[in-house]
């Protein structure tokens, strides 16, 4: 009977999840300063948010953004999770083994530093979390792997976060290149993305 007492009293009074601590907030505050400068200079460099749409393909860990006319950017990329605004649920990508193991490095390195400031959100698979925390956690990875930029891209109700390196942009339509190359597609542009993991 003692057993089940002390049982009873152990469940009822576990301790409460501890608090963020002072350093991992400071960490996550400073990451999304960072990562909303680094978008406004993009936004000014190379249009980011005025593409008209993007492709991924898992395989090759390539991303094309499509602009305007013939203008394309490309950069190679990492997954970090994957928003479902249906349900609120944030997913990280460290869980997803369908995901190549290179796909994954980044979200895994934010995986060991949620271990490390015991923080709950970056250590579940699943997260309920606002939009803005999963920004939050989009931002502590792209520090955490210091990738050049981070990209959400959007598949219905879901959006995909992704760590990238530096874009490449080509445009296609600019005088100055050879007639050629100007109407030759690069290959890359025939992945799409894929619609589940």
């Known amino acids: 009977m003692s057993k089940i007492i002390a049982f009873f009293r152990n469940f009822l009074h576990r301790p409460k999840q501890k608090e963020v601590s ?7 505050s400073s990451a999304h300063e960072e990562m909303l400068h680094q978008h406004l200079q993009h936004a000014s460099n190379w ?19 499509q602009f305007a006319g013939e203008r394309t950017g490309t950069s190679h990329f990492q997954t970090i999770g994957i928003y479902d605004e249906t349900d609120g649920r944030f997913v990280w990508a460290w869980s997803q083994r369908s995901l190549p193991s290179r796909l994954r490095a980044h979200a895994t390195m ?17 997260v309920q979390c606002s939009m803005d925390q999963a920004w ?11 990738a050049h930029s981070v990209y959400r891209g959007r598949i219905g109700n879901r959006y995909i976060f992704m760590t990238t390196e530096e874009i490449h942009i080509n445009d296609l339509t600019a005088p100055s290149l050879p007639s050629e190359v100007r109407t030759k597609k690069p290959d890359w542009t025939k992945t799409r993305q894929r619609n589940s993991w």
């Open 136 to 146: 939050e956690f989009a931002a502590v990875t792209r520090k955490l792997a210091g």
């Open 110 to 126: 934010a995986k060991h530093w949620g271990q490390a400031q015991r923080h709950a959100s970056f250590i579940a698979s699943s």
């Open 22 to 28: 002072a350093n991992a907030a400071s960490f996550i």
């Open 47 to 65: 249009q980011y948010g005025k593409e008209k749409g993007w492709s991924a393909d898992l395989e090759a860990g390539v991303i094309v953004f």
